[in-house]
């Protein structure tokens, strides 16, 4: 793989895994777009790069956290360890974002191949764009100033279910957990922090069991250097990305984001139908 495209795939990743735009529909469109042939039908190169990219990202997610992190997990071992009641607001939150990623978790053990073989083709993406970018449009409009102390387990159960439909690539993880959180009365701060802070175990999660994969597999001879390049730079545009949509929330709505996702979808729309690229 060249180290242009390296660097090209790994800024994609990092900042569209927290922007709601997709980061699975980019990594797919991207390639597509331009005609790289990135991994050249080797799945097995395709997923050692998946690692990488989804690795950086991960820290950069829990770098940008660490201290709200660090509260979280002490808080939430000692309310099981100690048992201590009433339960701290901030070990109660840390179980409840547990809570959240589990469904699209279970959901993608069991669904891997079918989303691997049937999902992810440039049509549905545009698709999934469009679509899920107005329902976040819609979602966004409505009033709600809920914070993260009031999180409750029927949101996390709610907003859990929703995150399923992210494993559809064009639909976007963090899109989709800001829409359904918006829908739930919760301002743009708090469904931004809820949906960032929620991908981190199931990230991990899902790095963790890929990563050991690939240990017994082992790194396809001279791919190490592009993985390398993928992991600094979806790592940097990650943590660039969160503190991005952080800030612009705070004062403005995520109108920007669904005006992108729209005129990307179109686009893809129109190059496959005036033939430019095939479907």
Do not use: C
């Not at 976040?136 to 279910?161: S, V």
């Not at 899902?206 to 790194?219: E, M, N, Q, R, Y």
């Amino acid at each position: 793989m060249p180290i242009f495209h390296a660097i090209v795939l790994g800024l994609v990743q990092g900042l569209s895994e927290f922007l709601p735009i997709s980061s699975s529909g980019h990594l797919l469109l991207v390639p597509w777009l331009f005609g790289w042939n990135a991994f050249a039908g080797d799945p097995q190169i395709e997923k050692a790069f998946d690692v990488a990219l989804h690795l950086g990202t991960v820290v950069a997610v829990v770098g940008y956290f660490w201290k709200d992190l660090t509260v979280y997990v002490r808080e939430g071992v000692r309310l099981v360890v100690r048992r201590e009641q009433p339960a701290s607001a901030d070990g109660r939150l840390a179980w409840l974002l547990v809570l959240s990623s589990i469904p699209a978790a279970a959901a993608g053990a069991v669904g891997e191949k079918y989303i691997d073989e049937k999902l992810g083709t440039p049509v549905l993406i545009a698709i999934s764009l469009i679509v899920f970018g107005v329902l976040l449009a819609w979602a966004d409009r409505r009033a709600g100033a809920r914070g993260l102390d009031d999180y409750t387990r029927l949101d996390a159960l709610k907003i859990g279910a929703a995150q399923v439909l992210a494993l559809n690539p064009g639909t976007s993880r963090s899109g989709i957990t800001m829409t359904a959180a918006r829908f739930l009365g919760f301002g743009r701060d708090a469904a931004a922090r809820a949906s960032f802070l929620m991908a981190i175990p199931v990230t991990i999660g899902a790095v963790a069991f890929k990563l050991l994969k690939l240990i017994g597999d082992g790194i396809p001879n001279g791919l190490g250097v592009p993985m390398l390049v993928g992991i600094v730079t979806s790592g940097v545009s990650g943590w660039l990305a969160v503190w991005g949509t952080l800030k612009l929330i705070r004062t403005r709505s995520f109108m920007p984001f669904v005006i992108y996702r729209v005129a990307l979808g179109t686009l893809v729309l129109l190059l496959i139908a005036t033939g430019v690229r095939s479907a």
